[in-house]
């Protein structure tokens, strides 16, 4: 990602910035039965027990020092959080970079039990989208998949964040399934239920419009859903069409629109606020009727924006809300984007409701979120074994 390009990443943006895509209404869809026996590996739900989460925390070497100094905060209040119920494995572009964060947590009075970490240069600290994904083979054992990163399309470098997959299997001692050459998926670009369904956008993965055409030049649905079925163990594929805009470069993962829950639930917005997010009016008719494997509708639990626009850059306002969805389950606990807006304390409340146990822990996100991103995108979870 270019340096200082403020919305360069994420899921969901200000309202007026899908709006494009309302030429395409009517033509998003809910297809595909794939063959269960196809199934080779399954991927643990996220709120499964962890062995850990893996950061790569923002570094000076791509886009200056000003914005690594912007979201060192963030990544700090995140590992605080998370040490205390699971280790957290933090990637370091070099050792100078590990002496620098090391005083940073220590200045925090964050304890360094359960803090380990891994020297590899990293583009950016998406790990969400280039990190590894861990699945469960028919033995239950875990292997990573290297999904193969190309930095959304080509949008942005990323040889370095490429690697890190293959790179994290050599350190720990995990057999890393070579994808590259089958297809490139961002782990962003996919919500599953736990259960078999899968939700995402063909924005994110299969669209063949030029903006995207790179990721999976020349890919059928079926192929997409083949290779879903084969690594991540879905069997029913829900399909939104999703949309286009300069400044998301992800062309709008799902994880910034949706996220399913025990009970049956699906974390969403209101139909209004969908709507300003970009979603055309079939998608939203998708999103309400969306149901699992045993094709019970899901029910909705909405989630606000915040009240105010809160997102600045440069000290400007840039005139969007936050959203609260692209959240992250751990180990006892729920890391929370949060804005210093009054709706911080009614979204938390309404996902504390949702996982009983969980401590919900808000994060401040207003220097990330300016860059980009929030709390899901900037983790990736590895299942205890």
């Known amino acids: 990602?270019?340096?200082?390009?403020?919305?360069?990443?994420?899921?969901?943006?200000?309202?007026?910035?899908?709006?494009?895509?309302?030429?395409?209404?009517?033509?998003?869809?809910?297809?595909?039965?794939?063959?269960?026996?196809?199934?080779?590996?399954?991927?643990?739900?996220?709120s499964e027990p962890h062995e850990g989460t893996w950061l790569q925390w923002p570094h000076q070497y791509q886009h200056g020092v000003t914005y690594r100094n912007e979201l060192d905060e963030t990544w700090v209040a995140m590992t605080k959080a998370l040490q205390s119920t699971e280790k957290v494995h933090i990637i370091a572009y070099n050792t100078a970079e590990q002496t620098r964060i090391t005083n940073l947590l220590k200045a925090a009075n964050v304890s360094l039990t359960n803090v380990d970490f891994k020297i590899h240069r990293t583009d950016d600290v998406w790990?969400?989208?280039?990190?590894?994904?861990?699945?469960?083979?028919?033995?239950?054992?875990?292997?990573?998949?290297?999904?193969?990163?190309?930095?959304?399309?080509?949008?942005?470098?990323?040889?370095?964040?490429?690697?890190?997959?293959?790179?994290?299997?050599?350190?720990?001692?995990?057999?890393?399934?070579?994808?590259?050459?089958?297809?490139?998926?961002?782990?962003?670009?996919?919500?599953?239920d736990g259960h078999g369904v899968l939700m995402a956008t063909k924005s994110s993965i299969i669209s063949q419009k030029a903006r995207n055409s790179v990721r999976n030049k020349g890919m059928s649905q079926a192929q997409a859903e083949s290779n879903f079925t084969k690594?991540?163990?879905?069997?029913?594929?829900?399909?939104?069409?999703?949309?286009?805009?300069?400044?998301?470069?992800?062309?709008?993962?799902?994880?910034?629109?949706?996220?399913?829950?025990?009970?049956?639930?699906?974390?969403?917005?209101?139909?209004?606020?969908?709507?300003?997010?970009?979603l055309i009016d079939s998608d939203i008719a998708i999103l309400n009727a969306a149901s699992n494997t045993k094709n019970e509708v899901y029910t909705k639990v909405i989630l606000p924006l915040t009240q105010k626009n809160?997102?600045?850059?440069?000290?400007?306002?840039?005139?969007?809300?936050?959203?609260?969805?692209?959240?992250?389950?751990?180990?006892?606990?729920?890391?929370?984007?949060?804005?210093?807006?009054?709706?911080?304390?009614?979204?938390?409340?309404?996902?504390?409701?949702?996982?009983?146990?969980?401590?919900?822990?808000?994060?401040?996100?207003?220097?990330?979120?300016?860059?980009g991103g929030m709390v899901h995108c900037v983790t990736q979870q590895q299942p205890k074994q």
Request: hydrophobic share 40%; aromatic share 10%; net charge negative.
């Open 1 to 46: 990602m270019i340096k200082f390009q403020f919305l360069i990443l994420f899921t969901s943006m200000a309202a007026p910035i899908f709006n494009s895509c309302a030429g395409d209404e009517g033509t998003a869809e809910v297809i595909g039965k794939p063959d269960p026996t196809q199934i080779v590996y399954k991927m643990p739900e996220e």
């Open 127 to 192: 790990v969400r989208d280039n990190g590894p994904i861990y699945v469960r083979d028919a033995q239950g054992k875990l292997v990573i998949e290297d999904w193969g990163f190309n930095g959304w399309g080509g949008k942005y470098d990323s040889a370095n964040c490429d690697a890190i997959p293959s790179a994290i299997g050599a350190d720990t001692g995990v057999t890393v399934l070579n994808l590259n050459n089958v297809m490139v998926n961002e782990g962003g670009s996919v919500e599953l």
């Open 231 to 278: 690594y991540l163990g879905a069997t029913k594929f829900i399909w939104l069409e999703g949309g286009f805009s300069e400044e998301d470069v992800t062309d709008m993962h799902i994880d910034g629109i949706m996220k399913f829950a025990a009970g049956n639930k699906m974390i969403t917005m209101s139909n209004s606020d969908l709507s300003g997010w970009g």
């Open 310 to 371: 809160v997102v600045t850059k440069t000290g400007k306002a840039l005139g969007y809300k936050g959203n609260y969805i692209n959240f992250y389950i751990a180990n006892g606990k729920v890391l929370v984007p949060n804005y210093n807006d009054p709706n911080d304390s009614v979204a938390n409340k309404i996902i504390a409701g949702l996982y009983p146990g969980r401590e919900v822990v808000g994060i401040d996100v207003r220097n990330l979120y300016a860059n």
